[in-house]
């Protein structure tokens, strides 16, 4: 398959209004459009920011195009991501930590610091952090957990600037 066709075949199958039946996965045409998101790496990229504009999803906020992809990505057959197979990458928001998922049935991961696919830096951990601002804040982040502040739950601790509670530290 060709570039251009790539292009075709993927409005077909995966265009955002477009709902793909469980047939058009049998034909020729499909296959040849797998094999080729698996080896070029342009029309992969391509795929990934036609996705990533159909999920509103602001590429910027990423340290790169996969990172944002891998991030946002849900599977409609999974809804928890440490079950799906097709989840390659484990993002967490809390500690803006990027992973591979180890399923051992728990949500555990290796740590990675580079995305495999371009080789981008990515963040620093933001745990260690984390574990100072909530210290600060009157909370031992381990056994206080189910009382600390909803914020520390999500990335919303380190998003959000306008949070009183960040000026302690
Ligand atoms: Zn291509
Ligand atoms: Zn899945
Ligand atoms: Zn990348």
Redesign the pocket.
Known sequence: MKCEHFKLAYQKFDGADNVIHWKDWETPEYGAYSDHMQDCPACRDWFQTQQLEAWKVEVAKY?????AYQANYKCSSHQNPWECPSALIAYLDQFDEYGIPIRDGTESYWKIDN?P??G?QLPESRRDMWIMKLRALGFDPFSDYDKIPAEYKTGRWYRDGHNPRLRLV
């Not at 340290?63 to 990172?67: D, G, I, N, S, T």
């Open positions: 340290p790169c195009l996969h990172m995305c696919w371009c981008t």
